[in-house]
């Protein structure tokens, strides 16, 4: 990618910072924030957890995918996405492609101890051992999350500001 991007997507698994660090960028620079999980939500009328009770998995990926083509098609903007969305190969084509997409991410336990802080359903965090689940989403995960990513940022020792301020910093370095 040349120049300053119309679009910054940021991708990770779950408690990675995603959702906070696109309010706080979205914020700093003026931009437009999409965030696909609260899209998917708004578009259904349902919580992720539903939908995926209700109808299953394959019908949360469409409306996903449906969510991601929807922010893409705002500029500026900064966008927040679902864990999962990099499953789907077009949807790792249209992130790679229209986006500068940059991979949060944080060591299992890191990601597990945020994910403990926030007040909504996670259902990572069911039953009895999380780290391995998330383990087994890492790994399957990984490959796609290098496919799309053009910035990897370990956002273990870093505040969501800082990760913030760090994009920006590598973004208008781009301009030059």
């Not at 998917?40 to 409306?63: D, H, K, N, W, Y």
């Not at 679902?82 to 299992?108: C, F, H, M, Y």
């Not at 870093?158 to 913030?164: G, I, K, N």
Request: hydrophobic content about 50%.
């Amino acid at each position: 990618m040349t120049g300053i991007p119309e679009r910054i997507a940021l991708v990770g698994l779950s408690g990675s910072g995603k959702s906070t660090v696109a309010r706080l960028l979205a914020g700093r620079l003026g931009w437009h924030m999409c965030d696909t999980d609260a899209m998917v939500e708004q578009m259904t009328g349902r919580s992720i957890p539903a939908l995926f009770a209700e109808e299953g998995e394959a019908a949360f990926r469409e409306c996903e995918s449906a969510a991601l083509a929807a922010a893409l098609a705002r500029t500026p903007v900064v966008i927040a996405t679902g864990g999962g969305i990099v499953v789907r190969e077009s949807n790792r084509v249209l992130l790679k492609d229209q986006a500068l997409v940059v991979w949060l991410d944080a060591p299992t336990a890191v990601l597990i101890a945020r994910l403990r802080t926030h007040e909504e359903e996670r259902p990572l965090l069911a039953g009895d051992d999380p780290a391995v689940r998330l383990e087994a989403l890492r790994a399957a995960r990984l490959p796609f999350y290098r496919q799309v990513a053009h910035l990897i940022l370990d956002t273990s020792q870093m505040s969501p500001l800082q990760v913030a301020e760090r994009i920006i910093a590598v973004v208008t370095r781009t301009e030059n």
